[in-house]
């Protein structure tokens, strides 16, 4: 990695994520690959894609990867490949960004919400196993923040009644399931499942995995860009066809597809930053142990636990007693940006309201969360302000 250079947010306003220190570290590497890609005068699929395509497959360890549009195309073409439509029900997480459920909702297919753990912020595999009906085909859990979702529990649940899993992992790439011990991760799962499974991405562990290098990702472009990967070769190759308006071969269409594919210049920024993709992750994690630090047994106030194999995407708290509104308003006026991801559970958003029962939970997350400042090369200074603002908010 090359050397870190100082970070401008130490004596201004600090952002919730700052790219600059990222592309200052970067920059020649980076110039390179766009001067590569423009000199080819390629720039839709090509070489570069299939490059990238082949790398990012080896890194996570998966025998297919497909590049595409968005991560909202990940998903979408996902559940296509799998012939998931109307009359079919996919169970996901009332608490996630809209386009989990939008994905389910635009292939036609029936929206079921099953709630989240109050602690992990992802589905609850109990939720999800009494939401099953005879006309459910495909469980699709969310690895919220960079977290890794209780995915042996759920591939078991999964398992027994002949469904799909398709991994939500916009916002965990690099992500590892690593659950506390390898006989029982305390949600149920069975210990083959869950040595199985020990050490692996997150995105390799269902049936299909989706992906989003949005430009705030761990992994991001400087653009749009997704990826689905899988193992089987005949979802891979239904994949590449739906990305491509449904063609085996140019002119010769014989499903409905989408123009959904990834274009060379965001695979080449790709390719420069993969390699460096576990060390960031690595920095998230640090960063999030010195705010766990800084911010533990604080009156009101839940810290998210740094568990094995969590990347960090968003260091989320939680703000008890109806102050959460009032904290943020503290820390910006301190100078510290903050988000709060999600201010509405996805069943009560004006498109879904009336249409779900509660779900108590995400509910109660939506009230809490906010979201601190993050990103790798975040100096200690820089931490330290925002915990001082936080602790200075919570006392006011």
Request: one cysteine or more; charged letters at 20%; a positive charge.
């Given at each position: 990695m090359p050397k870190k250079l100082p970070d401008a947010a130490a004596d201004g306003f600090i952002p919730i994520l700052n790219l600059e220190?990222?592309?200052?570290?970067?920059?020649?590497?980076?110039q390179a690959a766009l001067e590569r890609v423009c000199a080819s005068q390629q720039f839709i699929l090509g070489e570069e894609v299939a490059a990238f395509e082949e790398e990012v497959a080896r890194y996570l360890g998966v025998s297919q990867a497909i590049g595409v549009n968005s991560g909202t195309d990940a998903l979408v073409i996902a559940l296509r490949a799998l012939d998931i439509g109307p009359g079919d029900e996919v169970i996901t997480t009332p608490f996630?960004?809209?386009?989990?459920?939008?994905?389910?909702s635009l292939v036609g297919a029936t929206l079921v919400f099953a709630d989240i753990e109050a602690e992990s912020f992802n589905l609850d595999p109990h939720a999800?196993?009494?939401?099953?009906?005879?006309?459910?085909?495909?469980?699709?859990?969310?690895?919220?923040?960079?977290?890794?979702?209780?995915?042996?529990?759920?591939?078991?649940?999964?398992?027994?009644?002949?469904?799909a899993v398709i991994e939500d992992a916009a916002q965990a790439f690099g992500a590892q399931y690593l659950p506390p011990c390898v006989g029982c991760d305390g949600r149920g799962c069975a210990p083959a499942t869950q040595t199985q499974l020990r050490g692996r991405f997150v995105g390799t562990l269902g049936t299909i995995g989706a992906f989003s290098f949005y430009p705030s990702k761990n992994l991001g472009a400087y653009g749009d860009g997704g990826l689905i990967v899988?193992?089987?070769?005949?979802?891979?190759?239904?994949?590449?066809?739906?990305?491509?308006?449904?063609?085996?071969?140019?002119?010769?269409?014989?499903?409905?597809?989408?123009?959904?594919?990834?274009?060379?210049?965001?695979?080449?920024?790709?390719?420069?930053?993969?390699?460096?993709v576990a060390e960031w992750n690595a920095a998230r994690?640090?960063?999030?142990?010195?705010?766990?630090?800084?911010l533990a047994g604080l009156p009101g106030v839940v810290t998210p636990a740094v568990t094995p194999g969590h990347v960090f995407h968003q260091y989320t708290l939680r703000i008890q007693a109806g102050?959460?509104?009032?904290?943020?308003?503290?820390?910006?006026?301190?100078?510290?940006?903050?988000?709060?991801?999600?201010?509405?559970?996805?069943?009560?958003?004006?498109?879904?309201?009336?249409?779900?029962?509660?779900?108590?939970?995400?509910?109660?997350?939506?009230?809490?969360?906010?979201?601190?400042?993050?990103?790798?090369?975040?100096?200690?200074?820089?931490q330290g302000r925002v915990i001082n603002a936080v602790r200075q908010a919570l006392a006011g």
């Open positions: 220190p990222q592309y200052r570290a970067l920059r020649p590497a980076l996630s960004f809209f386009a989990t459920a939008e994905a389910i999800v196993a009494a939401c099953i009906t005879s006309r459910t085909r495909a469980l699709l859990p969310v690895h919220l923040f960079g977290r890794p979702a209780a995915v042996g529990a759920l591939l078991e649940v999964a398992a027994r009644h002949g469904l899988t193992n089987d070769n005949r979802i891979a190759e239904r994949c590449r066809k739906l990305r491509s308006h449904g063609a085996r071969a140019p002119y010769w269409h014989d499903m409905l597809g989408y123009n959904s594919r990834l274009d060379a210049l965001q695979a080449a920024i790709l390719r420069v930053k993969l390699p460096y994690r640090r960063i999030a142990a010195t705010y766990h630090q800084g102050r959460r509104d009032a904290v943020r308003q503290s820390l910006l006026e301190q100078g510290i940006g903050t988000m709060v991801y999600y201010p509405t559970p996805l069943h009560q958003l004006p498109v879904y309201a009336g249409q779900f029962p509660p779900q108590p939970v995400s509910e109660a997350a939506a009230g809490e969360v906010l979201s601190l400042p993050i990103w790798p090369e975040m100096e200690e200074a820089v």
